[in-house]
């Protein structure tokens, strides 16, 4: 079953606007990573998350390992149209070697 | 280009029928990883192989297979098809197991 609860569901917003999304677990996790999906096309990977408490930024992107190690945010500040798309976090369970996925943010930007 | 090589891009096949999915890893990658994502959905878990063996089982039916070969190419093998089983199926590779993993640009599977 789904381990990974990843909020909100959708995003509609205005260009320029901050945006914010966040996965939470009841488990622990060793990596968080978080993926871009754009209609069509793979998952394209954005950050890599490997200790908690760490904070990585990618530009205009943010992600956070939360510190109990069960949760992961993804900050973009000033969207842009290009940043449409669905957004997945993706961790690994602590002992197991699979990356499980959330079931993604769409995010809709208003020009 | 993430690197990941999915052949074919395109697939529409009839219910029964038997396909086979290929993923070429990243040059270097010993991980690979199957996903299932149906309409809107999000990406489900099925297989992951390194180096030709199984690590990791998900909600993968018994209808489904899949193996790694010893150039580290993997087929993911699809039998009695259904119509349920239309969905985009991407494989992605890693280095090492559970680590970033890199996509390709899945594979379109149409039963009909």
């Known amino acids: 079953g789904q381990q990974l609860n990843q909020s909100p569901q959708s995003m509609f917003i205005q260009e320029g606007e901050d945006v914010s999304m966040n996965c939470t677990s009841s488990s622990i996790f060793n990596t968080w990573l978080w993926y871009k999906q754009e209609p069509g096309e793979g998952p394209v990977l954005l950050i890599a998350?490997?200790?908690?408490?760490e904070l990585t930024s990618n530009g205009r992107l943010t992600a956070q390992f939360g510190i109990t190690r069960k949760d992961s945010f993804l900050n973009i500040s000033a969207s842009i149209p290009s940043d449409v798309g669905i957004y997945f976090c993706?961790?690994?369970?602590?002992?197991?070697?699979?990356?499980?996925f959330g079931q993604g943010t769409r995010l809709t930007i208003n020009p | 280009d993430s690197g990941v090589t999915q052949t074919p891009k395109h697939l529409i096949t009839a219910t029964g029928q038997r396909v086979t999915l290929r993923c070429s890893p990243r040059?270097?990658?010993?991980?690979v990883y199957w996903y299932q994502q149906s309409l809107d959905q999000g990406l489900q878990f099925l297989i992951q192989y390194y180096n030709g063996e199984e690590r990791a089982k998900g909600n993968i039916l018994e209808r489904f297979s899949a193996q790694q070969f010893p150039d580290l190419h993997s087929e993911l093998n699809l039998s009695s098809l259904e119509l349920g089983d239309s969905a985009l199926y991407f494989c992605a590779s890693s280095v090492e197991t559970a680590t970033e993993a890199f996509f390709g640009q899945g594979t379109r599977l149409t039963v009909v």
């Open positions: 040059s270097g990658d010993l991980s």
């Open positions: 998350l490997y200790k908690a408490g």
């Open positions: 993706a961790g690994q369970l602590g002992g197991a070697q699979k990356l499980v």
